[in-house]
C-alpha cells in the first residue's frame, strides 16, 4: 500500500491559480485527481500514466487544469488555473496499479488515496 499526502489547497478569489502537490511514499502506476463537493459524489478531474505520456481531464477542466508528475520524486501534481467558484471541493490524489488507461477515470480503479486536500474559490 502507498501512503499519499496532498497539499497546496487553500481559499482563493475567482480567476486565481493553485497548486496542488501529492508526495507518495513509494512507487506508483497510474494516478489521478479526484474532487468531492459537499453533498457530491467524488468526481474524476485529471489522469496520468506512469511515462506521463498519456494524461485526461474532466470536460470541466480541460484548458484550464494540468496534471503532471515527477517520478524520481513520487511527486503529482495538479496547476489549476483561471478557477471558478464551482471548482470548490475537496481534492483527492489516487493512485492506481492498473495499467488500462482508460481505467483511469474511475475511482473504482484506484487502490490507495491521500486524505485530501480543500479546495475554495470565491467569487
Known amino acids: 500500500q502507498v501512503q499519499l499526502v496532498e497539499s497546496g489547497g487553500g481559499l482563493v478569489q475567482a480567476g486565481a491559480s493553485l497548486r496542488l502537490s501529492c508526495v507518495a511514499s513509494?512507487?506508483?502506476?497510474?494516478m489521478g485527481w479526484f474532487r468531492q463537493a459537499p453533498g457530491k459524489e467524488r468526481e474524476f478531474v485529471a489522469a496520468?500514466?506512469?511515462?506521463?505520456?498519456?494524461?485526461q481531464y474532466a470536460d470541466s477542466v480541460k484548458g484550464r487544469f494540468t496534471i503532471s508528475r515527477d517520478n524520481a520524486k513520487n511527486t503529482l501534481d495538479l496547476q489549476m488555473n483561471r478557477l471558478k467558484p464551482e471548482d470548490t471541493a475537496v481534492y483527492y490524489c489516487?493512485?492506481?496499479?492498473?495499467?488500462?488507461?482508460?481505467?483511469?477515470?474511475?475511482?473504482?480503479?484506484?487502490?490507495?488515496w491521500g486524505q485530501g486536500t480543500q479546495v475554495t474559490v470565491s467569487s
Open positions: 513509494g512507487d506508483t502506476y497510474g
Open positions: 496520468i500514466s506512469w511515462s506521463g505520456g498519456n494524461k
Open positions: 489516487a493512485a492506481t496499479k492498473s495499467a488500462f488507461f482508460p481505467d483511469y477515470t474511475h475511482s473504482e480503479k484506484y487502490e490507495d
